[in-house]
């Protein structure tokens, strides 16, 4: 297996934390651009004068950006290192907010929405190719778990600050202040963050189809895309578009329940996050049983939830949102699968085309849960109810089976690569087996000795 981030000298533990930390703050603020218009709903209606059904299209030209660009910027990743791009990604957003907060044309509101997804595209990854860089091996998987939720806080930012600067002094300046934070965060990136340790090569100078055309061929990196398809797409269109009405308008709740529901399922996110980066980077030989695992209890939740006769029981529910939770860090197996199999020159990249596959998942996922929607209304159901969103949720299950295939697939010719480099994965039996025999050993005591 191929580490990545190797160094010829150890950084001091101060140096990396104060590297990572300047990247975290650029992503909090790059996940705080993300969310800005979630909070905002009401007000962009008003202010570019579209249908609820239009502003959602607003979410899905930014999150597909984020999608496309992801190899791309991987590319670049390689090529220009985490500072360049978290610094350019930086600038990108912040563009992209004041074009926002001082037009009120659709078609310039599309273009701010595609400047946030291209700038957002640039910044998880470089951040995670960071992590990398600095911390020892074994730590990785802990801190890539720490990234992905202390980012989140620019999402508890966006909830509560930039909600009570839109209410208090309007659309214009708080998306001209978004992107002044933004403009720091990139000052922030330049000054603080540095692509590796003193005597790390981190940057390489191939070619731009180079890289893909290497790291495509790693079974490891398949592993590592399916793994993060598997994981995270029903979790983000749950959170991100159709989760809130499924809650409100299917199952009946207050939106003060919804939202409480939410909130229990950013706990589950924040609290099985370390569980999953300890347990990735202790068993290295079982993360894809962890994978496995996680997409079996997500897809018996949503069985449970759509096969109950009506309106499921709360506690159903919140099981459905704790399990949904799991996926964002199961997710973040999948990076740790392109590190430990690619070259650490192509970590951007490998990096960057496992980033597409939760995603990419998800953009048709939504996509096809809308138009199953609307063909249940047509066919007479009521827009948004229960009988309607079950036949729609259940489209799912299709990029789930195709997800978990191509886990079960591309882990089996990964093990054939790892078998011929020496390196053999026993069997989940035989492994219980040896420490039933050691634990027996144990219990018997010392032999003693003539």
Do not use: C, K
Request: proline share 6%; aromatic share 8%; glycine share 10%.
């Amino acid at each position: 297996m191929t580490q990545a981030g190797p160094s010829l000298e150890r950084p001091s533990a101060a140096r990396a934390h104060l590297v990572w930390g300047a990247a975290i703050g650029a992503y909090a603020v790059a996940v705080l651009h993300r969310s800005s218009l979630g909070v905002a709903g009401v007000e962009a209606v008003d202010r570019f004068g579209v249908s609820a059904t239009v502003l959602s299209t607003f979410v899905m030209v930014q999150l597909a950006v984020y999608a496309g660009l992801q190899v791309p910027a991987g590319v670049l990743l390689d090529r220009f290192g985490s500072r360049a791009l978290i610094s350019a990604g930086a600038v990108l957003m912040a563009g992209g907010q004041l074009l926002l907060g001082v037009t009120d044309s659709l078609p310039l509101a599309y273009a701010a929405r595609v400047l946030i997804g291209a700038g957002d595209a640039a910044t998880f990854i470089s951040v995670i190719r960071l992590v990398a860089a600095w911390f020892p091996v074994r730590r990785v998987p802990l801190f890539t778990q720490l990234t992905g939720l202390l980012g989140q806080v620019g999402q508890l930012a966006a909830a509560v600050p930039l909600v009570a600067v839109l209410h208090l002094a309007g659309w214009t300046p708080a998306f001209v202040g978004l992107a002044a934070v933004g403009v720091l965060a990139a000052v922030l990136a330049v000054s603080a963050v540095r692509d590796g340790p003193p005597g790390t090569v981190v940057r390489t100078r191939s070619g731009l189809l180079g890289p893909v055309r290497d790291v495509v061929r790693v079974p490891g990196t398949w592993l590592g895309f399916w793994s993060h398809s598997a994981t995270q797409f029903s979790l983000t269109v749950f959170v991100l578009l159709w989760g809130f009405p499924f809650l409100t308008s299917a199952q009946g709740l207050s939106p003060a329940t919804a939202g409480a529901l939410l909130s229990v399922n950013v706990l589950s996110v924040v609290l099985s996050g370390p569980v999953i980066g300890l347990l990735t980077g202790r068993h290295p030989l079982r993360r894809s049983w962890m994978v496995l695992t996680i997409a079996f209890a997500t897809a018996l939740a949503w069985a449970a939830v759509l096969v109950h006769p009506g309106r499921s029981p709360l506690w159903l529910l919140v099981v459905l949102v704790v399990v949904l939770g799991l996926g964002g860090p199961g997710s973040a197996i999948g990076f740790d699968f392109a590190r430990t199999f690619n070259h650490s020159g192509r970590l951007g990249t490998a990096t960057g085309l496992v980033n597409v596959g939760g995603f990419a998942a998800a953009v048709v996922s939504i996509l096809a849960v809308g138009v199953v929607l609307d063909a249940a209304a047509a066919a007479g159901a009521a827009p948004l109810s229960l009988d309607a969103f079950r036949p729609a949720f259940a489209v799912m299950a299709v990029p789930w089976l195709v997800s978990v295939v191509g886990v079960l697939v591309s882990r089996r010719r990964t093990r054939r690569v790892m078998s011929a480099e020496g390196v053999v994965v026993p069997r989940v039996r035989e492994v219980l087996a040896r420490r039933r025999d050691a634990r027996a050993v144990e219990a018997r005591g010392p032999v003693e000795r003539p």
